[in-house]
């Protein structure tokens, strides 16, 4: 049965792969982002607007909703005595309250499917303490926060659930993989001996989004190559 779903992020990396996955499988999807969209398929509707900015009106979407993706982020990486309030403050504003007022936004769309899904995302480093990261790791702990108040809130008409992975090849994470030499010492820092790619983390938005994953709400699934839970000899 054909579904709708409506993705915020889709120009890049997790966002667009997985927009393309739910396209293969015969859904209709929305996608939502700054700039005008590679995607080019009957089912595809593109809608340019700044989720972040908080001024700005958000689109009207007709009809029920199947199913929402946030995956809009960010990467900061520096020593927390650098950082300013103001750094904080982005982070949540595009990380956090970017899906906030969205979702406040989609609620009646995704209630009137009568089961829906939300997927957001998180990273590996809210559960797993990491140098460099406080803003990234303060503001996708929040986005957890919000994973399970929605999903004890919402039970059972929509379920919502995080991924939280860990460095992922997309354009976000561009700095970080600048060279072959930095990839493969990020390679090796991973129990199974790689970093992610985009399909790795969509593979997993796309069931959680799913009728496969009907009975799961309210979980943060770590797609992290084992950083998170295991070290092995």
Request: no cysteine; glycine share 8%.
């Amino acid at each position: 049965m054909q579904k709708h779903f409506v993705l915020a992020g889709t120009t890049s990396g997790i966002g667009l792969d997985l927009a393309n996955r739910l396209l293969a499988a015969g859904h209709k999807v929305t996608g939502l982002a700054r700039r005008e969209s590679q995607i080019s398929h009957p089912d595809y509707t593109h809608i340019q607007t700044d989720l972040v900015d908080q001024s700005a009106a958000l689109p009207k979407i007709e009809g029920s909703v199947d199913g929402y993706a946030y995956a809009l982020g960010s990467i900061n990486l520096r020593p927390f005595k650098a950082l300013s309030l103001n750094d904080f403050q982005n982070e949540l504003n595009i990380n956090l309250l970017g899906a906030v007022r969205t979702i406040q936004h989609l609620l009646p769309n995704l209630k009137q499917a009568g089961k829906a899904s939300i997927v957001l995302f998180s990273t590996i480093a809210v559960q797993t303490g990491m140098s460099y990261h406080a803003s990234i790791a303060s503001a996708k702990g929040a986005v957890e926060g919000l994973t399970r108040s929605l999903a004890a809130e919402f039970a059972p008409a929509i379920r919502v659930n995080a991924i939280a992975p860990s460095l992922t090849n997309t354009p976000l994470a561009g700095k970080l993989l600048s060279s072959p030499e930095k990839v493969e010492a990020s390679d090796k820092r991973h129990p199974l001996g790689r970093i992610g790619q985009p399909e790795d983390i969509s593979s997993a938005a796309e069931f959680l989004l799913s009728d496969a994953s009907s009975w799961i709400t309210g979980q943060i699934l770590h797609v992290d190559g084992g950083m998170s839970a295991v070290r092995p000899l």
